[in-house]
């Protein structure tokens, strides 16, 4: 299944791919991201051709440190965005500030504004620190599907678009949250969370010492369309587990192919395999998952909203 030509665990390689213009698929600890120089505007613009992803859909930008945003990538750092680099960085919390003139329009689809973040993975981070290189990098996954927490969900998603001469995968083991980075805009008067993740909107009030609007309702970073993390198979949340092995018995005697999954007892161990989860789901052909709703804390919160989008489009209904 997989192919040695594309994935490999060489950060030479990778680096030097990166340098000559290629895409490298890098792991994080949040999820696998397609990487180019965020610098050449040509291989930014293959990330969108190889994901199939809209091009005004803007980017995050990965740095190998935080001390790089005094180095042309933020237009005015303020103290806010100090504060959250000394503490969260390395780390999953994405920046939305004003952008430096490092900053291409590729990345931004012109918007004034961009996203920062410092990975925290090993790999990655030598990557970028030995080839004194940022990348920009969305979700190594073909646009609308669920992210790739593992080198070989990347090879699924984008095996064959990818180009053996020029493209690598970078294999760092699967990623250790599993969920997509933190969103915080600090562009707004009051800073807003945009998407969640494992770093939630209370943790960010204390470091910065002010309220934070935490958008309820589903994640509203650009193009994150409300159907944005889907599988093929329907998702169900069902709010408690007699509920869920209810429905999935009813649906059973419907000749559908159901199963359950529930990990409330344990959201680290519930965001690190979520996507996984959801990617068996597709390749046992299930008709139907019945997830049992996480509570809405902590990392419940940013479980709950790739769920709610897994589950926003359905073509089979819970029963009644
Ligand atoms: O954990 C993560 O954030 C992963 C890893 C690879 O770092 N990356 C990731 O990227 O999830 P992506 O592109 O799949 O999701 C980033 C979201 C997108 O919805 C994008 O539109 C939004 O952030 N975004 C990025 N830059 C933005 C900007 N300047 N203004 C508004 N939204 C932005
Ligand atoms: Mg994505």
């Known amino acids: 299944m997989t192919?040695?030509?594309?994935?490999?665990?060489?950060?030479?390689?990778?680096?030097?791919?990166?340098?000559?213009?290629?895409?490298?698929?890098v792991p994080t600890?949040?999820?696998?991201?397609?990487?180019?120089?965020?610098?050449?505007?040509?291989?930014?613009?293959r990330i969108f051709e190889v994901k199939g992803r809209p091009h005004d859909h803007p980017l995050i930008v990965h740095l190998a440190d935080g001390s790089l945003i005094d180095d042309g990538w933020v237009g005015q750092v303020s103290t806010e965005l100090r504060a959250l680099a000394a503490t969260c960085w390395p780390?999953?919390?994405?920046?939305?500030?004003?952008?430096?003139?490092r900053v291409i329009d590729e990345v931004t689809g012109k918007r004034p504004s961009v996203g920062l973040r410092v990975p925290?993975?090993?790999?990655?981070?030598?990557?970028?620190?030995?080839?004194?290189?940022?990348?920009?990098?969305?979700?190594?996954n073909r646009f609308g599907k669920v992210s790739p927490t593992t080198a070989a969900h990347v090879y699924d998603d984008l095996g064959a678009v990818l180009d053996p001469e020029q493209d690598l995968i970078l294999d760092g083991g699967p990623a250790e949250i599993g969920v997509e980075s933190t969103i915080v805009d600090l562009t707004t008067p009051t800073p807003q969370i945009l998407r969640a993740g494992a770093i939630t909107a209370d943790d960010i009030a204390e470091i910065i010492q002010r309220s934070v609007d935490n958008g309820s309702g589903p994640s509203r970073a650009a193009g994150m369309l409300t159907s944005h993390y889907t599988p093929d198979c329907d998702i169900w949340l069902a709010p408690d587990r007699s509920t869920a092995e209810g429905w999935a018995e009813l649906a059973r005697n419907r000749g559908w192919s159901i199963d359950v999954l529930d990990r409330t007892d344990d959201l680290v161990d519930a965001a690190h395999r979520l996507y996984a989860d959801l990617r068996a789901?597709?390749?046992?052909?299930?008709?139907?998952?019945?997830?049992?709703?996480p509570p809405p804390s902590g990392l419940g919160i940013a479980l709950g909203d790739r769920l709610a989008k897994a589950a926003a489009i359905v073509s089979l209904r819970p029963p009644a």
Do not use: F, M, Q
Not at 33 to 41: P, Q, S, Y
Not at 91 to 101: A, H, K, M, N, W
Not at 120 to 132: A, D, G, K, N, V
């Open 281 to 293: 789901a597709d390749a046992r052909d299930l008709d139907i998952l019945v997830v049992v709703t």
């Open 120 to 140: 925290s993975h090993p790999l990655t981070r030598t990557l970028l620190t030995t080839y004194r290189i940022a990348v920009a990098a969305p979700s190594a």
């Open 3 to 25: 192919d040695p030509g594309v994935i490999s665990s060489s950060i030479d390689e990778a680096g030097r791919r990166l340098i000559a213009g290629g895409l490298v698929a």
């Open 91 to 101: 780390g999953p919390l994405t920046v939305l500030v004003p952008r430096g003139e």
């Open 29 to 45: 600890e949040t999820v696998y991201g397609l990487a180019a120089n965020a610098e050449d505007g040509a291989a930014v613009k």
